[in-house]
């Protein structure tokens, strides 16, 4: 299971796509984790608002491009940034009432997880076929 330090490492190796925008995202996303994970307190608070915020325009972007090219796969994919941005919403709510250590965890563990494993799969199908697209 990756870390947040192993999702920087290998991500020229691991999560560049080919489609720079998208590219561009990710990099500001583990960039924006790490950073929330350094940080406490109000801090804490200001970071997972930013990453929050950042997720919803990261989703909406590829959402957008999906729908651009009637991509077959385009369903199953936004299901799963769904349940990512209800988790987020869930979390926001606990870090406010200031629990942050549940947060934490998430972040920690099951997100990176979860981004090795969607930006690898899903991200990659949709961004073949941006490029096939293009290309044609
Ligand atoms: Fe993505
Ligand atoms: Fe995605």
């Known amino acids: 299971m990756p870390g947040v330090q192993q999702l920087r490492d290998k991500f020229e ?9 998208i590219d561009q995202i990710h990099h500001e996303f583990v960039d924006l984790l790490a950073e929330t994970l350094n940080s406490a307190g109000d801090d804490f608070k200001r970071m997972f608002q930013r990453l929050w915020e950042h997720t ?4 909406f972007e590829e959402e957008a491009r999906m729908a651009a090219f009637s991509f077959a796969g385009q369903d199953a994919h936004k299901a799963d940034h769904d349940r ?13 009432a200031g629990d942050h250590a549940t947060a934490l ?7 990176p997880d979860w981004f090795d ?3 690898r799969t899903m991200d990659g199908a ?8 293009e290309a044609s």
């Open 13 to 21: 190796q691991e999560y560049v796509l080919g489609v720079s925008q």
């Open 105 to 111: 965890d998430w972040l920690a563990s099951d997100l």
């Open 117 to 119: 494993k969607h930006t």
């Open 126 to 133: 949709a961004v073949a076929r941006v490029l096939q697209c």
């Open 84 to 96: 990512i941005l209800k988790k987020m919403e869930e979390l926001s709510a606990l870090v406010a």
């Open 56 to 59: 919803q325009l990261h989703f």
